[in-house]
Every structure is written in C-alpha cells, then in structure tokens.
C-alpha cells in the first residue's frame, strides 16, 4: 500500500537554455504520462516527435519543434557543423625528428554568450590563446567554472556514491582558484 503513496513529477533541467512556454509545454506532456512516472520509462523520441507535431497539442501550440522543414534542416545543419569543428584538433611536428605533440583542440572558446551558447567568433586558434596571458587566463577560468559546474550537476548522485563524489569534490576545491581574467 506504501507504494501508491509515490508521485512522480518531472522537472526541467536549470542547464536547459530553451524557452519557458516550449520547456513547460514538454513537461505537461511527460507529466500527463502515466507510463513514464509509474514505471520510470523514459519517452521515446519518436514519441516526442510525434507529439511535438500532434496537431492541437501543447507541444504543437508552442513550437517546441520547428515545423518548417527547410529552417529544421538549417537549424541540423549549424548544429551538426559546430559540432565537427569543435573537434578539430591540432598537434606540433617537430620536422626534424617528426616527434608529435599530444592533440590539443585547434579552436579553443574564449566567451560564453547569453544561454551558455558560444558564438563564431568567440572561437581563437589554440596558438593565438597560448600567445596571450589575458585569453589564456580568460580559458583557465571557464576551465574552473566548468568544473564546479560539473560537481555542482552531478551533486544529485552524492547520495549514491558519497565516498566518490566527496573525494571528485575535494580534489577540484584543492586546485588552484586561476588569476581573474581581464575580459568581461
């Protein structure tokens, strides 16, 4: 009897960077399924699809996918690019002894814009932020942040793994805090 006294509600993510009106239209859809709360299946995307598309449905009403085909393609399409040049890398070549550096990422994000998104031209090749100490410091310190964020976003498993979470916890507080970075 115990048992029937739990009730599942979701909730978005605070990392989501989409809008309210599509964030709360795709709740009200998960949270309507009894399936997904009773027996913690997850939905589908070819449910999600369908019921984004679902004439009449909140998920339709809000947009929460882009029907025009033309500007989904577009939208896949900058996605899937950005993705590929995140993972250029870059090594050095000694020509003499044809020894390699390890790969480093050949472009290198030096800005956040708003919604955690970075812009084209935030973007600088790894040897320029090499070469200057106020972008190098600029990369020290989102590489930090990243990292609390990182312990703070997977704060909800502690429970789980105390032992390991609180040693990954205790190992990012005893690195070095960087210099403040010079740019905003």
């Known amino acids: 009897m115990a048992r029937n006294r739990m009730k599942y509600e979701y909730q978005i993510d605070n990392n989501c960077h989409r809008s309210r009106v599509k964030t709360q239209a795709v709740l009200a859809w998960v949270n309507s399924k009894k399936e997904y709360g009773q027996s913690g299946r997850r939905p589908t995307t070819d449910e999600f699809i369908k019921e984004a598309f679902r004439r009449g449905s909140p998920m339709c009403k809000a947009g929460v996918l882009e029907k025009n085909a033309r500007k989904a393609a577009e939208q896949y399409w900058y996605t899937e690019s950005q993705y590929y040049l995140r993972h250029i890398n870059v090594i050095k070549i000694d020509i003499i002894t044809r020894k390699a550096t390890p790969p480093i990422r050949a472009f290198i994000p030096i800005k956040y814009s708003q919604g955690g998104r970075i812009r084209n031209e935030d973007y600088k090749s790894a040897k320029r932020v090499c070469a200057s100490a106020t972008d190098s410091r600029t990369v020290l310190q ?3 942040s990243d990292l609390i964020a990182f312990a703070e976003r997977y704060q909800r498993y502690s429970r789980f793994f105390p032992k390991e979470y609180s040693a990954i916890l205790s190992a990012i507080k005893k ?7 010079e740019v905003a």
């Open 175 to 181: 690195l070095p805090q960087p210099p403040e970075s």
């Open 142 to 144: 989102m590489v930090y």
